[in-house]
C-alpha cells in the first residue's frame, strides 16, 4: 500500500501531494471524532448543547471551527492542545504549543 501511494504521488505535482495531504487529513479528524467519542461510550445524541444532527454533521465536516471542536471535545470530558512545528529544518524555531483548553 505505502509504496503504491509513493508511486502515485511521483507523478504528481508537489503542491497537488500538499492538497492530497492535506485533504487526507481533515476526513482522518472526522473518522478520529467518532471513535473517540465511541471510544467513551457516548452516543450522538448524549451531548449538552448539541442535537444528534449537529454531531453526525460536525463528524462529518472537513472543516470544524476551533471554537466547536472544543465544545465538542469538552462534551467528552476531553481537551485540545493545538502545536505548531517546523515543517523544514528551521534551528531557530521550536514546536511550540499555541492552545490548551
Same mark, same amino acid.
Given at each position: 500500500?505505502?509504496?503504491?501511494? =509513493?508511486m502515485?504521488e511521483?507523478k504528481?505535482?508537489?503542491?497537488?501531494?500538499?492538497?492530497s495531504?492535506?485533504?487526507?487529513? $481533515?476526513e482522518?479528524?472526522?473518522?478520529? !471524532?467518532? $471513535?473517540?467519542?465511541? %471510544?467513551?461510550?457516548?452516543?450522538?445524541?448524549e451531548f449538552?448543547? #448539541?442535537? $444528534?444532527?449537529?454531531?453526525?454533521?460536525l463528524? =462529518?465536516r472537513?472543516?470544524i471551527?476551533?471554537?466547536t471542536?472544543?465544545?465538542?471535545?469538552?462534551s467528552?470530558?476531553?481537551? !485540545?492542545e493545538i502545536?505548531? #512545528?517546523? =515543517?523544514?529544518?528551521? %534551528?531557530r524555531? %521550536?514546536?511550540?504549543?499555541?492552545l490548551?483548553v
Amino acid at each position: 500500500m505505502h509504496d503504491a501511494i =509513493k508511486m502515485m504521488e511521483s507523478k504528481m505535482t508537489p503542491e497537488a501531494v500538499a492538497r492530497s495531504r492535506l485533504m487526507a487529513e $481533515q476526513e482522518i479528524l472526522t473518522v478520529r !471524532l467518532g $471513535q473517540l467519542r465511541e %471510544k467513551l461510550g457516548k452516543k450522538q445524541n448524549e451531548f449538552d448543547g #448539541f442535537s $444528534q444532527t449537529s454531531i453526525s454533521r460536525l463528524e =462529518k465536516r472537513k472543516d470544524i471551527r476551533i471554537s466547536t471542536l472544543i465544545e465538542y471535545l469538552n462534551s467528552l470530558g476531553m481537551g !485540545l492542545e493545538i502545536k505548531t #512545528f517546523p =515543517k523544514a529544518n528551521i %534551528k531557530r524555531v %521550536k514546536e511550540e504549543i499555541l492552545l490548551r483548553v
